[in-house]
């Protein structure tokens, strides 16, 4: 029965939580047809990068049969504490306890962290109610722990809202992940949406456009608004959030669907990246970005 | 002489940001509701601190697309309000097409690692 052993300190430069992630990623795929157990059991530090990627890989091979387990009996007492306080094992869900948002949220005022919130991607009004109720309680967190400035408070609100707005347009999935922290010595903020719907690809598939045929396409696609709904007035959004994060908040964005992922940091030229690996397990959409605080300028870097 | 119609967007909401295309939809069907003919209504959007892209998209695209557009004004708008609301009208005019990006293959997990040790 293999044991996946999650690597007791994550470290805070950018591609460190991307590197255990596909890391462990790739020891399931190898162990796919046994018992698997994803062990935290020495883990100290980790982030909101990995944990919500290493969660959401969790919970799709559960859905696709697979047998595999969480061990989250962690020896240092901070890191557990953390885990729970996060909600670590099934993430806050807002539609389960719609009158407590405002308190659940408030609870975390002071705090560096807001708990790993599951909440639903749905068009519904009940559920467009709740999402809207989150993202506005959320988003005052955010400013409050941050004292942003209005001008800073819309970026970020910006970069939140058209990410899990482009989930609930375009993935067709029920639920929508969001996980994020502040990391006050260091001065960046990390700010982490995912779903694990139909994917970029999917979503144009799903639409006929049947020209777009590998993920690479599609993220290239989508980069140049090339909408996957039929009225012009919409997409523009990853291209828009991108280039706000990267060219006027100096930060760094990263979008991965699929086998391929998009990677924008300043000064650098950009490049869709693809992985020809045979993978089976797919993470759709994720966003990180770091705010220094130092200059009070945001420097969205590491 | 009858005063204007006006919808506090703060009021219909009880909220100071709006995120999605739903509220937006929401909002218009109470402008519909007060419209009459050749008369003009203030939507006021006093103490709203933020809408998203989609919010104003979508509130763009309906006012557009309605046949009584000349007489929907918008007012007392934040600087990030009319910011937002200024961007998405330009971009339904204007579509800006974009380089297609140059693709880096890896080809094996090693390498993909190797590159997340370097960013």
């Known amino acids: 029965m293999p044991v996946i052993k999650v690597i007791p300190n994550i470290g805070l430069n950018f591609g460190a939580p991307l590197n255990e992630l596909f890391r462990v990623w790739a020891e399931i795929i190898k162990n796919k047809e046994q018992s698997i157990t994803l062990d935290f059991s020495s883990c100290r530090f980790s982030n909101p990068f990995f944990l919500l990627g290493i969660y959401l890989l969790y919970r799709q091979c559960k859905e696709k049969g697979m047998d595999i387990e969480l061990n989250l009996d962690c020896s240092n007492e901070y890191f557990a504490n953390y885990l729970s306080l996060t909600y670590f094992r099934g993430g806050f869900q807002p539609d389960t306890e719609p009158q407590d948002i405002e308190t659940i949220f408030d609870s975390y005022r002071g705090k560096t962290y807001l708990p790993l919130t599951n909440f639903p991607a749905g068009v519904s009004d009940y559920e467009t109610n709740i999402r809207d109720r989150m993202l506005e309680f959320m988003e005052h967190r955010v400013r409050e722990r941050l004292n942003l400035d209005t001008q800073l408070y819309t970026v970020v609100s910006y970069l939140i809202d058209e990410t899990v707005n482009n989930i609930k347009d375009h993935a067709r999935t029920e639920r929508d992940y969001l996980f994020t922290q502040f990391y006050p010595k260091k001065g960046f903020l990390d700010l982490c949406i995912a779903d694990t719907g139909v994917s970029l690809l999917g979503s144009y598939r799903a639409t006929a456009r049947y020209d777009i045929t590998s993920h690479e396409q599609a993220v290239q696609a989508a980069m140049n608004g090339d909408s996957t709904k039929n009225n012009l007035h919409r997409g523009f959004g990853i291209r828009t959030s991108r280039k706000m994060l990267v060219n006027g908040l100096s930060g760094r964005y990263f979008l991965l669907s699929g086998n391929s992922f998009l990677f924008s940091r300043p000064g650098q030229p950009e490049e869709v990246k693809s992985v020809t690996a045979r993978t089976r397990y797919k993470l759709v959409r994720h966003l990180s970005c770091h705010e220094n605080t130092d200059t009070k300028k945001c420097e969205f870097s590491v | ?119």
Do not use: G
């Not at chain 2, 703060?10 to 100071?16: G, L, P, S």
């Not at chain 2, 933020?50 to 998209?57: G, L, Y």
């Not at chain 2, 080809?107 to 040790?117: R, V």
């Open chain 2, 1 to 119: 002489m009858k005063s204007p119609a006006t919808i506090s967007v703060q009021n219909f909401f009880k909220a100071q940001s709006l995120h999605s295309r739903e509220q937006a939809q929401d909002l218009f069907v109470d402008i519909s509701s007060v419209m009459h003919n050749h008369e003009p209504v203030w939507i006021d959007f006093s103490d709203i601190e933020f809408i998203s892209r989609s919010f104003a998209d979508e509130l763009i695209y309906l006012k557009t697309n309605s046949k009584r557009k000349a007489f929907i004004n918008f007012c007392c708008t934040s600087i990030a309000v009319q910011d937002m609301l200024e961007a998405v009208t330009h971009t339904q005019v204007k579509r800006k097409i974009e380089k297609k990006l140059p693709v880096h293959q890896f080809d094996s997990m090693e390498s993909l690692l190797q590159f997340f040790s370097k960013i």
